[in-house]
């Protein structure tokens, strides 16, 4: 299993990649979009702060070679989609949206910057990519927590400890 530092090197790397893809102009600093229906404060959905340690280790330090315009919403989720528009007034290069609801109000906002997205329980059922394998138009990101790997993760886990049981799995029903 991924520990979180791990995964959000990961989503560093997940989002420099477009970065330079896009083709940066010489001396150009690229700009990030960070969207989160959360707050800056610190806490257990503080992502910011492993996103910029992430991108420290690939060498993208705050201030010196890349900014990041940061969007909280505050706990407001009404708010998450005039904020997106915030960012896509900004002309980032890309956005970096935080769960399903960042991600719809990044998605609806633009069609042309890159959005990778974190913390997506099922970015298929929410309709924000295409599958798994081909996401399709601007928006990518990695989801550990869709119906089929939840099921295969649990199968795996039962097979390493199989003295275990009951198991259970909390799920959120829309």
Not at 11 to 23: D, K
């Given at each position: ?15 420099a990649w477009p970065l330079a893809a896009r ?152």
């Amino acid at each position: 299993m991924i520990g979180r530092r791990d995964f959000i090197t990961l989503l560093s790397g997940a989002a420099a990649w477009p970065l330079a893809a896009r083709g940066q102009a010489v001396g150009k600093v690229p700009r990030i979009g960070y969207l989160s229906p959360g707050s800056a404060s610190p806490g257990p959905l503080a992502y910011h702060d492993e996103f910029q340690r992430g991108l420290r280790e690939l060498g993208y330090v705050e201030g010196r070679n890349i900014v990041i315009e940061y969007r909280f919403a505050d706990g407001k989720f009404d708010r998450l989609g005039a904020l997106a528009a915030e960012l896509v007034q900004l002309d980032v290069d890309i956005i970096v949206s935080v769960v399903t609801q960042a991600s719809l109000a990044a998605k609806n906002a633009t069609r042309t910057i890159p959005i990778v997205f974190v913390s997506v329980g099922d970015p298929v059922g929410a309709g924000l990519v295409a599958s798994l394998a081909r996401p399709g138009a601007n928006v990518t990101g990695n989801s550990g927590m869709t119906t089929e790997v939840v099921g295969k993760s649990l199968g795996l886990f039962k097979q390493t400890v199989p003295e275990v049981s009951p198991m259970a799995v909390p799920v959120e029903s829309r």
